[in-house]
């Protein structure tokens, strides 16, 4: 490990990651990547050593063209003008604007579709109607005369709504989901957002030279961007997709690299968007598709997931899930791997660079996701008549690249481990006999705390060190724990997720997942789906009559990566649950220092004290605790949990 001041923490090497990450899968396939001379995300992130310390610390500013301007304590304000706090927090809005723009864009895809399927434009048999019909009745929508078709598609447009709407008519998903303590708090600070789009638009304008100069203004508009990215992209995304494909229950399967088989078909379905993806396995499961197969000489057809798309199809089918977005290259130096249908987001350009090596086929099937190289069939939301026939194209392009490669290179680490997933709001309410139980078990110590362990892999940490070794601990700490997104496959591959990883957890806790027949860590989804989670939470705060911000509850991004992280973490302190980060943000680190006469400095500043101090405590009720070390970062968890309870009296 190499130590970087700017970050005041280590950064690991590729040695590191062998010796540290829990996937002994991960280093068997490093190595073979390594010495089939097939560069990867950790020979980059090496390459790229040492990072540039402004942009560490997010001091750079690249917000007009006097730039970019680097704030120091030589040049403290940029050529217009901008002090640190100002460039900071304007750098901040901004990916959080970006994740927003990648969550709508996937929610206005989802809608679209649910739209065609209830209009009968597009082939798609909606699974989840109950799901629709509850949301009518929760948006207030006139049902009177209508068809259910009819109710479902209003459903959809007021979700839609939720996306796109400019004027300041309050938020559907938000007035119906949001505890109205919540909703008093947030009146209170005047952050309640009027949708997606409009706060995206907003952060861009506000961030703008000459824009907004008053950096707790900004502060202010990353909070109220937070509530529309929960509401107008997760909800959305999250419930349009629960309405089209059904909402997931529990099922039993097994994940990891050693679920690829050799003289199979292997496809890997990789992304975000459920809607092509689902026609395509549709497709792949026909008697036509595997008659194909067959005749290329593969003994069948094997479908396995990555990244969001992959805790989806887990979620609702029980599809094994292989890896997370650090993984996706490694997945491919199997060689074992005939096409790959990536949709869009987290789909990284190495990608291509690793299926050159080993002759994989990509198939691109979203009009924003392009890749040189790369079959592209798109899927676009406003001609969904061509779903059907466009599903059968990318079907039989990647059961025809069997038959196309150089299959001597296949070397599938053996690993397997058995998973349960498919934990959705209602379902793990039910697997604890009904929130009332489950909060009962939170209020007496069964349960010390509820956590939700989520998010991206970085190169900055050894690759899931940290998304294992603090789920693990909190488990062993008696926390109940949920997940999502890339942060779940590690968990998946640990065996966190393993019915019988309950013996992990003391009792009395051990006791009550065993008799409920569940993990210590309830997958329940891709990143759009903690909003699962955050029901979750809610629904127990509402169950106890306590204050969500005053429960014991934390949400962890132990590897932060995609701009879409920032919004996470934002929209959970928003509801007054502290968030645990594995790494420091692109913020500036307050690291003391020593003054002239070798005296202590307080290395505070208003950022760090905004996140971290007292700045969004006294607010929202919540604050940001970074540490780096797996071990270190659960105490810290797990403390933070036991004040909450202590503070209850709960002990
Ligand atoms: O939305 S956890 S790297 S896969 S952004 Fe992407 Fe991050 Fe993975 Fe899904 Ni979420």
């Known amino acids: 490990m190499k130590f970087n001041k700017h970050l005041n923490q280590p950064i690991p090497e590729k040695d590191d990651v062998r010796a540290k990450t829990p996937n002994p899968a991960t280093v068997q396939l490093m190595d073979k990547l390594e010495s089939a001379g097939c560069e990867t995300v950790f020979d ?64 206005h895809e989802v809608i679209l579709a649910l739209i065609a399927a209830a209009e009968g434009t597009a082939t798609i048999t909606l699974k989840g109607r109950e799901r629709a019909l509850e949301l009518a009745d929760r948006f207030g929508i006139d049902t009177a005369g209508r068809t259910e078709d009819e109710v479902i598609a209003a459903v959809a447009r007021a979700l839609l709504d939720d996306v796109g709407r400019m004027t300041a008519d309050p938020m559907h998903t938000l007035e119906a989901f949001a505890p109205a303590d919540r909703r008093e708090v947030w009146e209170g600070l005047d952050i309640l957002p009027r949708s997606a789009s409009y706060e995206s638009m907003e952060s861009l304008h506000m961030t703008t030279l000459g824009a907004c100069s008053d950096w707790t203004a900004l502060a202010d508009q990353e909070l109220r961007s ?102 996706q290259e490694l997945a491919l130096g199997t060689g074992a791997v005939d096409a ?182 309830l997958a329940v989804g891709g990143c759009v789906d903690n909003v699962r989670s955050l029901r979750l939470f809610i629904a127990l705060a509402e169950e106890l009559g306590v ?22 973490g934002a929209t959970f302190l928003a509801h007054g649950i502290s968030v645990l980060s594995g790494f420091p943000a692109q913020i500036p680190v307050a690291v003391p220092r020593t003054g002239p006469d070798g005296e202590l400095l307080d290395g505070r500043n208003d950022i760090t004290e905004f996140f971290a101090g007292d700045g969004l405590l006294t607010t929202v009720g919540a604050k940001i605790y970074t540490e780096t070390d797996p071990a270190c970062a659960a105490q810290t968890g797990l403390l933070h949990l036991r004040r909450k309870r202590q503070a209850l009296g709960w002990g």
């Open 44 to 107: 980059r992130f090496a390459a790229q050593q040492p990072q540039c310390p402004s942009g560490l610390r997010g001091t750079c500013c690249r917000m007009c063209q006097w730039g970019p301007c680097r704030i120091s304590d030589k040049a403290p304000r940029g050529v217009c003008g901008r002090d640190m706090n100002q460039v900071v927090m304007a750098n901040i809005v901004r990916q959080l604007a970006a994740g927003m723009s990648a969550h709508a864009r996937h929610a």
């Open 226 to 327: 937070a509530l529309a990215y929960c509401y107008g992209t997760l909800y959305t995304s999250s419930l349009a997709t629960e309405v089209l494909y059904g909402v997931p229950t529990p099922k039993l399967t097994e994940v990891n690299y050693g679920v690829l088989k050799p003289g199979y078909v292997n496809i890997l379905l990789h992304g975000h968007s459920p809607v092509m993806v689902e026609k395509v396995i549709e497709k792949v499961r026909s008697p036509e598709i595997e008659a194909l197969a067959r005749e290329a000489g593969a003994e069948g057809i094997v479908l396995g997931g990555m990244c969001c798309t992959g805790d989806e199809l887990l979620a609702r089918y029980g599809i094994p899930t292989v890896t997370n977005i650090m993984g």
């Open 340 to 521: 790959v249908i990536v949709d869009m987001q987290c789909v990284i350009p190495g990608l291509k660079i690793v299926a050159d090596c080993f002759g994989t086929e990509i198939i691109t099937t979203s009009t924003s996701n392009r890749i040189p190289g790369a079959t592209h069939i798109p899927f676009d939301p406003e001609r969904p008549e061509t779903l059907d026939e466009d599903a059968e194209r990318v079907a039989r392009a990647a059961v025809a690249a069997f038959g196309t490669r150089d299959r001597s290179k296949i070397e599938i680490p053996e690993r397997v481990t058995t998973a349960m997933g498919g934990f959705s709001y209602e379902a793990i309410l039910e697997s604890f006999g009904g929130a009332g139980a489950l909060a009962e078990a939170l209020r007496d110590g069964r349960i010390r705390g509820v956590a939700t362990v989520v998010g991206c892999n970085t190169p900055k940490v050894a690759y899931e060190s940290a998304h294992v070794g603090i789920a693990r601990r909190l488990v062993e700490g008696g926390v109940l724990v949920t997940t999502t997104g890339c942060a779940s496959h590690a968990l998946l591959n640990a065996g966190l997720c393993d019915p019988a990883a309950a013996a992990l957890a003391p009792q009395p806790l051990r006791g009550l997942l065993e008799a409920a027949g569940v993990p210590p860590v």
């Open 547 to 568: 204050p969500l911000a005053d429960l014991p509850y934390l949400f962890v991004g132990a590897e932060p990566g995609n701009e879409k992280t920032v919004g996470q």
